[in-house]
């Protein structure tokens, strides 16, 4: 971002986000922490921890820590201008968080009638159907879901502000195997 640090001897900045501990379960994650390299990967320096389960990172989260797992989507994404998006889930909402600093904090997006959330129900504890935020070259934010046997996508033209209506993305017949294999 405008005003960071500079790359040496790579082009981009490049973030490394993982969780506190190896697992999908056992033991508890704890934490999902996110580290910086400069220099393409040779080095790394720690930036912050982006999510917790017991005290939360986030104050919106009214002190509920945030939801997350071992195979969740709640990583940072890049837009254009070096900022990172991020999802947190807590507290029955999921909340749009965005870094300007190079991942050492990441601060809940407020507008006008409060913080911005997203149109997304919270993902119950271990769910594998979770959702994702991914953002194009041209900054349009894609937010891939699942609804029943749906695989749902809605785009944000505005940083999230405001999405799109939800448009199916699988085709029928996935959806109806889908359907028949949970019965």
């Not at 999902?32 to 720690?46: A, T």
């Not at 919106?60 to 999802?87: I, K, N, R, V, W």
């Not at 991942?103 to 913080?115: D, S």
Request: aromatic share 10%; with cysteine.
């Amino acid at each position: 971002p405008a005003g960071g640090a500079k790359p040496v001897g790579y082009p981009d900045v490049v973030y490394f986000c993982a969780n506190t501990n190896v697992g999908f379960t056992s033991p508890a994650i704890l934490g999902r922490w996110c580290y910086r390299s400069l220099d393409g990967g040779v080095s790394w320096q720690e930036r912050s921890m982006i999510l917790r389960s017991s005290v939360p990172v986030h104050p919106e989260c009214d002190g509920h820590g945030e939801s997350f797992s071992a195979a969740d989507g709640y990583y940072p994404q890049p837009a254009t201008d070096g900022s990172l998006y991020l999802m947190v889930s807590c507290n029955g909402h999921v909340f749009l968080a965005r870094s300007t600093d190079e991942a050492k904090t990441f601060n809940v997006v407020h507008a006008t009638k409060g913080p911005v959330t997203l149109p997304l129900s919270p993902p119950p504890a271990l769910d594998i159907e979770t959702s994702d935020l991914r953002i194009g070259p041209d900054n349009v934010f894609y937010l891939v879901y699942t609804s029943g046997s749906k695989l749902l996508l809605r785009l944000s033209a505005d940083r999230g502000a405001t999405w799109t209506a939800p448009m199916t993305i699988s085709p029928p017949a996935i959806g109806a195997e889908i359907g028949r294999a949970h019965v």
